[in-house]
C-alpha cells in the first residue's frame, strides 16, 4: 500500500482535530474535532475499533494547538496498543505524543462525561416510567454515572428501556 499524502493542518482556529485519509481519494478529511483533546481522542480510539473490527487500517493525524498555531500530535500513551490508531506525522513518521493543552481540561471533561452519563441512564429510567427518585435513587444514579464507562452506561439504559417496552406490552 502507498504512503499517504502529507496531511495539512485544517483550516480555522486551531483546536483539536482527528483527520482521517481517504484512500481512493488521497485526501485528508475531519473525522473529529472540539476545543478539548479528550473528546477527539476518545472518538480516535472508537473509530479505530470500528475500523479494525471490519478487519482494515485506518491513517489518522492529530492536530492541535500548539504555541498559538496548529502543531500535529501522534497516538496518546493511554491507549492500549489493541486500539492504537496509525498515526503519521507530516514526512510519513510516527508522531510524538502531545500533552494536553490545559491543567483543568481533564477535570472539566471527566465531569462533563459523568453529568452525560448520568444523564443516559435518567432518561432510561423516566422512559421505563420511573418519574419520581427517591433521594437514594439518586444517590445510586450518581454512583453508576460515576463508576461506569458510556458502553456500560448505554448497554444499562438499553435494558431499562427493553424492559420498560415488554412490561408495557404484557
Same mark, same amino acid.
Given at each position: 500500500? *502507498?504512503?499517504?499524502?502529507?496531511? *495539512? *493542518?485544517?483550516?480555522?482556529?486551531?483546536?483539536?482535530?482527528?483527520?482521517?485519509?481517504?484512500?481512493?481519494?488521497?485526501?485528508?478529511?475531519?473525522?473529529?474535532?472540539?476545543?478539548?483533546?479528550?473528546?477527539?481522542?476518545?472518538?480516535?480510539?472508537?473509530?479505530?475499533?470500528?475500523? @479494525? +473490527?471490519?478487519?482494515?487500517?485506518?491513517?489518522?493525524?492529530?492536530?492541535?494547538?500548539?504555541?498559538?498555531?496548529?502543531?500535529?500530535?501522534?497516538?496518546?500513551?493511554?491507549?492500549?496498543?489493541?486500539?492504537?490508531?496509525?498515526?503519521?506525522?507530516?514526512?510519513?513518521?510516527?508522531?510524538?505524543?502531545?500533552?494536553?493543552?490545559?491543567?483543568?481540561?481533564?477535570?472539566?471533561?471527566?465531569?462533563?462525561?459523568?453529568?452525560?452519563?448520568?444523564?443516559?441512564?435518567?432518561?432510561?429510567?423516566?422512559?421505563?416510567?420511573?418519574?419520581?427518585?427517591?433521594?437514594?435513587?439518586?444517590? +445510586?444514579?450518581?454512583?453508576?454515572?460515576? @463508576?461506569?464507562?458510556?458502553?456500560?452506561?448505554?448497554?444499562?439504559?438499553?435494558?431499562?428501556?427493553?424492559?420498560?417496552?415488554?412490561?408495557?406490552?404484557?
Amino acid at each position: 500500500m *502507498p504512503e499517504p499524502s502529507p496531511c *495539512p *493542518p485544517p483550516s480555522g482556529a486551531p483546536r483539536w482535530v482527528a483527520m482521517v485519509h481517504e484512500a481512493a481519494r488521497d485526501s485528508w478529511v475531519p473525522a473529529a474535532q472540539s476545543p478539548y483533546r479528550a473528546p477527539v481522542l476518545y472518538a480516535v480510539g472508537e473509530m479505530t475499533r470500528t475500523v @479494525r +473490527a471490519r478487519g482494515a487500517e485506518l491513517t489518522l493525524a492529530l492536530w492541535g494547538p500548539g504555541g498559538g498555531d496548529w502543531r500535529l500530535y501522534g497516538t496518546p500513551e493511554e491507549k492500549a496498543a489493541a486500539e492504537r490508531p496509525v498515526v503519521r506525522d507530516e514526512r510519513g513518521g510516527s508522531a510524538e505524543p502531545g500533552e494536553p493543552s490545559g491543567t483543568s481540561e481533564p477535570d472539566k471533561l471527566a465531569e462533563r462525561m459523568t453529568n452525560r452519563r448520568h444523564q443516559v441512564l435518567t432518561a432510561a429510567l423516566s422512559r421505563a416510567g420511573l418519574y419520581d427518585l427517591a433521594p437514594e435513587d439518586g444517590a +445510586a444514579v450518581r454512583t453508576l454515572a460515576g @463508576r461506569l464507562d458510556e458502553p456500560t452506561v448505554r448497554r444499562v439504559a438499553h435494558w431499562l428501556v427493553a424492559a420498560a417496552g415488554t412490561s408495557a406490552a404484557g
